[in-house]
């Protein structure tokens, strides 16, 4: 079975500092892993991808991510954070062999980013 | 390009009463999802559906029914509104090939009171 773990059910930090949001999964088979972002009101919108290409994924807004298997992690990083970062982020997980596409999500992360 | 529109946006309900959240998509996906969130939590999957005339039961489908006679379309039926059938619903649609993502409409948001 498949589950995803974020590690911090809220993140605080200042403006222009790094964010780092945990994630840990667990998965059988061969997992693509994904980052979303939900703003306020809005639906979920994909940060970045890893579906067993290159372990260190760069998406938009100049987040990236690092797959290790060894640690069964997928963490989330900026280096500098802006403030229209500030949102729900959600870690998910889905099995490559399962034909359906079906997501498993973690509880999400709340990334606040004071002035 | 509109990708995934749902409506309503917003609406309440009676306990007892029924409604259906409307999905379509305009990018030819064949697999589309419904899913739930409530306060706090991810997402949890409802239904879902791999092609029209195909649907399936997700994590968490009790209370609930699909449909799906198009590609196009893949509505979401109440039939008995209860009060725990208060969350944001969010509808997604993905093409075939497994590495690729969903894309989600910005949800409707259901009170039953």
């Known amino acids: 079975a498949q589950s995803v773990t974020q590690l911090d059910s809220h993140v605080s930090v200042s403006e222009g500092t790094p964010v780092l949001l945990r994630c840990n999964y667990s998965s059988s088979y061969s997992p693509s892993l994904f980052w979303y972002v939900q703003h306020p009101n809005k639906g979920l919108q994909l940060l970045l991808k890893?579906?067993?290409?290159?372990?260190l994924v760069k998406g938009i807004n100049g987040f990236e991510a690092e797959f290790k298997k060894s640690e069964t992690s997928f963490h989330l990083t900026k280096p500098s954070a802006h403030m229209s970062d500030a949102a729900e982020y959600f870690c998910?997980?889905?099995?490559?062999?399962?034909?359906?596409?079906?997501?498993?999500f973690g509880q999400g992360t709340t990334l606040q980013v004071k002035p | 390009n509109a990708g995934v529109t749902q409506t309503p946006k917003f609406r309440i309900l009676k306990i007892g009463q029924s409604m259906t959240l409307q999905c379509t998509q305009d990018m030819n996906h064949n697999y589309m999802y419904w899913y739930r969130q409530d306060p706090g939590m991810g997402l949890k999957l409802i239904y879902y559906s791999v092609g029209a005339g195909i649907t399936d039961k997700g994590e968490v489908p009790n209370g609930y029914n699909v449909s799906r006679s198009t590609t196009e379309d893949f509505p979401l039926r109440l039939e008995l509104a209860a009060p725990s059938q208060t969350s944001v619903y969010f509808c997604a649609s993905r093409q075939v090939n497994s590495n690729q993502p969903q894309h989600f409409g910005d949800g409707t948001r259901l009170s039953i009171l």
């Open positions: 998910v997980v889905s099995d490559q062999r399962e034909g359906t596409g079906k997501l498993i």
């Open positions: 890893y579906t067993s290409a290159a372990t």
